[in-house]
Protein backbone atom coordinates (compact mmCIF):
# COMPACT_ATOMS: atom_id res chain seq x y z
CA UNK A 1 0.00 0.00 0.00
CA UNK A 2 3.11 2.69 0.71
CA UNK A 3 4.32 1.62 -2.52
CA UNK A 4 0.80 2.70 -4.18
CA UNK A 5 0.56 5.71 -2.48
CA UNK A 6 4.39 7.08 -3.32
CA UNK A 7 3.41 5.92 -6.81
CA UNK A 8 0.12 7.90 -7.27
CA UNK A 9 1.94 11.20 -5.21
CA UNK A 10 4.77 10.82 -7.66
CA UNK A 11 2.53 10.85 -10.42
CA UNK A 12 0.54 13.80 -9.45
CA UNK A 13 3.54 15.76 -9.20
CA UNK A 14 4.42 14.89 -13.18
CA UNK A 15 1.23 15.62 -14.07
CA UNK A 16 0.96 18.97 -12.45
CA UNK A 17 4.67 19.89 -14.36
CA UNK A 18 3.69 18.59 -17.30
CA UNK A 19 0.49 21.29 -17.22
CA UNK A 20 2.16 23.95 -16.49
CA UNK A 21 0.01 24.92 -13.27
CA UNK A 22 1.41 25.67 -10.21
CA UNK A 23 2.26 23.07 -6.93
CA UNK A 24 -0.33 25.07 -4.37
CA UNK A 25 -1.31 23.82 -0.90
CA UNK A 26 -3.87 21.39 -0.39
CA UNK A 27 -6.41 24.48 0.76
CA UNK A 28 -5.58 26.97 -2.49
CA UNK A 29 -7.63 26.91 -5.51
CA UNK A 30 -5.98 27.13 -8.59
CA UNK A 31 -8.29 29.20 -11.28
CA UNK A 32 -7.13 29.39 -15.22
CA UNK A 33 -6.58 32.77 -16.92
CA UNK A 34 -7.15 32.81 -20.61
CA UNK A 35 -8.80 35.88 -22.04
CA UNK A 36 -8.91 38.06 -25.38
CA UNK A 37 -8.87 41.69 -24.69
CA UNK A 38 -9.85 44.80 -27.00
CA UNK A 39 -9.55 48.39 -25.67
CA UNK A 40 -7.22 51.52 -25.91
CA UNK A 41 -4.07 52.92 -24.74
CA UNK A 42 -3.31 56.30 -24.21
CA UNK A 43 0.65 57.54 -23.80
CA UNK A 44 1.02 60.06 -21.69
CA UNK A 45 -3.03 59.98 -20.70
CA UNK A 46 -2.38 60.40 -17.13
CA UNK A 47 -0.46 62.39 -14.28
CA UNK A 48 0.01 61.13 -11.03
CA UNK A 49 2.23 61.89 -7.87
CA UNK A 50 4.79 58.99 -6.20
CA UNK A 51 2.88 59.13 -2.71
CA UNK A 52 5.45 56.89 -0.97
CA UNK A 53 8.15 59.49 -1.38
CA UNK A 54 7.54 63.33 -0.15
CA UNK A 55 6.80 65.61 -3.22
CA UNK A 56 5.88 68.83 -4.67
CA UNK A 57 2.17 69.53 -5.39
CA UNK A 58 3.72 69.91 -9.15
CA UNK A 59 5.89 67.06 -8.71
CA UNK A 60 3.72 64.88 -11.34
CA UNK A 61 4.72 61.61 -13.29
CA UNK A 62 3.05 61.26 -17.17
CA UNK A 63 2.90 57.47 -17.83
CA UNK A 64 0.40 55.76 -20.20
CA UNK A 65 -3.43 54.87 -19.45
CA UNK A 66 -5.43 51.57 -20.39
CA UNK A 67 -8.83 50.42 -20.66
CA UNK A 68 -9.53 47.57 -22.54
CA UNK A 69 -12.17 44.54 -21.91
CA UNK A 70 -11.60 41.04 -22.11
CA UNK A 71 -13.68 37.85 -22.64
CA UNK A 72 -12.73 34.25 -21.63
CA UNK A 73 -11.88 32.72 -18.26
CA UNK A 74 -12.33 33.19 -15.62
CA UNK A 75 -15.19 35.34 -17.31
CA UNK A 76 -15.85 39.19 -18.56
CA UNK A 77 -13.58 41.83 -17.07
CA UNK A 78 -12.74 45.50 -17.67
CA UNK A 79 -9.38 45.80 -17.31
CA UNK A 80 -7.49 49.75 -16.18
CA UNK A 81 -4.09 50.19 -15.65
CA UNK A 82 -1.29 53.19 -16.17
CA UNK A 83 2.42 53.20 -15.59
CA UNK A 84 4.28 51.15 -18.22
CA UNK A 85 7.22 52.91 -17.14
CA UNK A 86 6.63 56.45 -17.61
CA UNK A 87 10.40 57.31 -17.47
CA UNK A 88 11.64 54.98 -19.99
CA UNK A 89 13.79 56.38 -22.77
CA UNK A 90 13.26 54.92 -26.08
CA UNK A 91 15.61 52.72 -27.68
CA UNK A 92 16.60 52.14 -31.49
CA UNK A 93 16.71 48.40 -31.91
CA UNK A 94 17.13 46.32 -34.81
CA UNK A 95 15.51 43.31 -33.38
CA UNK A 96 12.54 43.65 -30.80
CA UNK A 97 10.97 40.57 -29.29
CA UNK A 98 12.74 38.28 -31.58
CA UNK A 99 11.13 40.29 -34.83
CA UNK A 100 13.97 42.08 -37.00
CA UNK A 101 13.16 45.65 -37.96
CA UNK A 102 13.31 48.59 -37.15
CA UNK A 103 11.96 49.50 -33.48
CA UNK A 104 12.30 52.27 -30.77
CA UNK A 105 12.18 49.50 -27.93
CA UNK A 106 10.70 50.34 -24.66
CA UNK A 107 11.04 48.69 -21.30
CA UNK A 108 8.57 49.04 -18.65
CA UNK A 109 9.08 48.58 -15.25
CA UNK A 110 5.70 48.63 -14.15
CA UNK A 111 2.20 47.47 -15.21
CA UNK A 112 -0.61 48.06 -12.58
CA UNK A 113 -3.62 46.30 -13.72
CA UNK A 114 -6.95 46.03 -11.87
CA UNK A 115 -9.30 43.50 -13.68
CA UNK A 116 -13.09 44.29 -12.37
CA UNK A 117 -15.54 41.59 -13.47
CA UNK A 118 -19.21 41.11 -13.56
CA UNK A 119 -19.90 40.39 -10.17
CA UNK A 120 -17.48 43.10 -9.23
CA UNK A 121 -14.68 40.77 -7.49
CA UNK A 122 -11.35 42.32 -8.26
CA UNK A 123 -8.04 40.99 -9.55
CA UNK A 124 -5.12 43.24 -8.91
CA UNK A 125 -1.81 42.99 -10.48
CA UNK A 126 1.60 44.45 -11.54
CA UNK A 127 4.47 43.14 -13.75
CA UNK A 128 7.25 44.37 -16.36
CA UNK A 129 7.49 43.76 -20.14
CA UNK A 130 8.66 45.19 -23.47
CA UNK A 131 7.01 47.45 -26.35
CA UNK A 132 8.19 47.52 -29.53
CA UNK A 133 7.16 50.27 -32.25
CA UNK A 134 7.60 49.09 -35.50
CA UNK A 135 9.03 52.59 -37.22
CA UNK A 136 7.98 51.81 -40.95
CA UNK A 137 4.26 50.37 -40.01
CA UNK A 138 3.71 52.20 -36.88
CA UNK A 139 2.49 49.35 -35.46
CA UNK A 140 3.35 48.09 -31.76
CA UNK A 141 3.84 44.85 -30.39
CA UNK A 142 4.46 44.60 -26.62
CA UNK A 143 4.94 41.38 -23.72
CA UNK A 144 4.17 41.70 -20.29
CA UNK A 145 4.55 38.96 -17.37
CA UNK A 146 2.71 39.87 -14.67
CA UNK A 147 2.20 38.87 -11.17
CA UNK A 148 -1.28 39.36 -8.90
CA UNK A 149 -1.01 40.48 -6.03
CA UNK A 150 -4.61 40.36 -4.33
CA UNK A 151 -8.09 41.42 -5.10
CA UNK A 152 -11.32 41.50 -3.78
CA UNK A 153 -14.38 39.38 -3.70
CA UNK A 154 -13.76 35.69 -5.60
CA UNK A 155 -10.20 36.99 -5.60
CA UNK A 156 -9.31 38.27 -1.89
CA UNK A 157 -5.65 37.27 -1.63
CA UNK A 158 -5.28 36.15 -5.26
CA UNK A 159 -1.52 35.07 -6.38
CA UNK A 160 -0.26 33.63 -9.26
CA UNK A 161 0.66 34.87 -12.65
CA UNK A 162 0.21 35.32 -16.57
CA UNK A 163 1.39 36.68 -19.70
CA UNK A 164 0.22 39.15 -21.85
CA UNK A 165 1.13 39.52 -25.41
CA UNK A 166 -0.96 41.77 -27.80
CA UNK A 167 -0.24 44.46 -30.72
CA UNK A 168 -1.50 48.42 -31.04
CA UNK A 169 -2.71 50.68 -33.87
CA UNK A 170 -2.58 54.29 -33.61
CA UNK A 171 -5.52 56.12 -34.04
CA UNK A 172 -4.36 59.59 -33.60
CA UNK A 173 -2.26 61.35 -36.13
CA UNK A 174 0.38 62.41 -33.53
CA UNK A 175 0.21 58.31 -32.92
CA UNK A 176 -0.56 58.91 -29.01
CA UNK A 177 -3.71 56.76 -29.01
CA UNK A 178 -3.81 53.86 -30.01
CA UNK A 179 -5.98 50.63 -30.48
CA UNK A 180 -4.89 47.61 -29.18
CA UNK A 181 -5.87 43.89 -28.81
CA UNK A 182 -4.32 40.55 -27.52
CA UNK A 183 -4.30 37.91 -24.74
CA UNK A 184 -3.86 37.22 -21.25
CA UNK A 185 -2.82 33.99 -20.18
CA UNK A 186 -1.90 32.07 -16.72
CA UNK A 187 -3.37 31.07 -13.70
CA UNK A 188 -4.72 32.30 -10.57
CA UNK A 189 -4.58 30.80 -7.00
CA UNK A 190 -6.75 31.93 -4.16
CA UNK A 191 -7.45 30.34 -0.91
CA UNK A 192 -10.70 27.74 -1.21
CA UNK A 193 -14.20 28.87 0.54
CA UNK A 194 -15.98 26.00 1.36
CA UNK A 195 -18.74 28.10 0.70
CA UNK A 196 -18.35 28.75 -2.96
CA UNK A 197 -20.30 27.35 -5.12
CA UNK A 198 -19.05 23.89 -7.20
CA UNK A 199 -18.67 26.30 -10.58
CA UNK A 200 -18.28 29.96 -9.64
CA UNK A 201 -17.01 30.90 -13.01
CA UNK A 202 -19.01 32.87 -15.38
CA UNK A 203 -16.37 32.02 -17.95
CA UNK A 204 -17.29 32.57 -21.54
CA UNK A 205 -15.77 31.97 -25.37
Not at 115 to 125: N, P, Q, R, V
Not at 192 to 205: G, K, P
Request: charged share 20%; hydrophobic share 40%; net charge negative.
Amino acid sequence: MKIKNTFIGIATVVLVLAGGLPLTAAADKVIEMDLRFAGNFVASGIKHLDLSTPTVPDDTTASPLIHVQAKGKPGRAVIRGFGGGGDAVPVLSSNCLGTPGVFLSITADEDPLIFTFKDLSMLFADGSGQICIDLITGLSTFEFNIMFIGGRGDFESATGQAVITGEAEPVSADGSFLAETGTIVGWIVVPDDDDDDDDDSDSDD
